[in-house]
Structures are given as structure tokens and as C-alpha cells.
């Protein structure tokens, strides 16, 4: 069993240090002629920097690549809330989408059907009489807005003066009591 002292250790980390620092030489010679064509003098220590450093700035590079370009979104759980919201505003204007299409859908197949002669639904049978079409026609006139009744009649007066004719005045034109609020 190997005993831990502070004499051993000093001992152990001095042999690992001279072996580590040991020189070698990597020589590349060729086989026709049997010359050197390339001889590096190496350590133990320049081999591990070398890999250790061709390592880290392998995962540098790589990280950058996913952290800087679009390959990002191909990394499961790496998306953020912005791409997740677009995803949702997308989602939502193409179902607004598929509903407006479906009512067009329906209104072109119900134009079809009409113009083919095939209606559905309940059909207004029943006449008006002249009455009726009159009370309908003053109802609609009380329902007007003042205002533009007002630009309506004014427009009729200066089309009127343009034309040296008299303005036309409707018949049954009624006047607004205005409240006041205490």
C-alpha cells in the first residue's frame, strides 16, 4: 500500500512534471527515398495544450454558430417568448382567416343557388299596399338626423340656384323641441 506523506507527494507530482515535460519527436519521412520530410519536437505538455486549446475553440465556434444564426430555433426548448407570442398572433390571424373564408364560401354558394333559382328559407309572399309603403317611407324620413337632413337641403337649394328652379321642400318635415337639463 502507498503511504501519503508530504515527502511522497513532492516525490509523485516530481516524477509527473519530468514526464510530462520529457521531450519527444514526431518525424514524417517518406517511404521512397527514406528521408525526413517533417520532424516536430513535441512534449507531453504542448500535445495536451494543443488538443485542450483545438477543444475549447471547437465549442466556441460551435456555440457561436447556434447562438448567432438561425440554426437556434432547431434547439429543443431554446426558443424565447418573443418567437412564442409571434407563434400565437399567427395562430390567431390565420383563424380569423379560415372564418372569413368559410362566410365568403357561404355567401358565393348562396349567390349561386339564387341565381340558379334554388332559394331557401322563408319567402315574403305578402304584398304591401300603398298605405303601408307610405307609413314605411315616413318612419325612415323621422329616423334621419337632422344635420344631414339640413346639408340634404341645402345641397337642393343650391342645386336649385344653379338651375333657376325653385327648391324642393319635403311636405312633412317636423321640428325637434330641444330640453333643457337643469
Known amino acids: 500500500m502507498l503511504k501519503i506523506s508530504s515527502g511522497n507527494i513532492y516525490g509523485i507530482l516530481r516524477r509527473f512534471f519530468k514526464k510530462i515535460n520529457a521531450p ?8 521512397e527515398t527514406m528521408a525526413e520530410a517533417l520532424s516536430i519536437h513535441l512534449t507531453k505538455k504542448s500535445v495536451y495544450i494543443l488538443l485542450s486549446t483545438l477543444i475549447v475553440l471547437m465549442f466556441l465556434l460551435l456555440s457561436s454558430l447556434f447562438l448567432f444564426t438561425p440554426l437556434r430555433f432547431y434547439i429543443p426548448g431554446a426558443n424565447d417568448n418573443v418567437s412564442r407570442t409571434k ?4 395562430q390567431h390571424v390565420s383563424d ?3 372564418k372569413i373564408n368559410i362566410a365568403r364560401e357561404q355567401y358565393i354558394n348562396n349567390l349561386i343557388s339564387i341565381s340558379n333559382g334554388h332559394i331557401s328559407g322563408k319567402q315574403d309572399s305578402s304584398m304591401l299596399s300603398e298605405k303601408q309603403i307610405e307609413l314605411a317611407a315616413q318612419q325612415n324620413l323621422n329616423k334621419i338626423d337632422h344635420a344631414s337632413k339640413y346639408d340634404y337641403l341645402k345641397s337642393l337649394n343650391q342645386d336649385s340656384v344653379n338651375t333657376d328652379s325653385a327648391p324642393v321642400k319635403e311636405p312633412n318635415q317636423k321640428k325637434k323641441k330641444v330640453k333643457k337639463k337643469n
Open 24 to 31: 519527444y519527436r514526431l518525424s514524417v519521412t517518406n517511404e
Open 87 to 90: 407563434l400565437m398572433q399567427l
Open 96 to 98: 380569423s382567416l379560415v
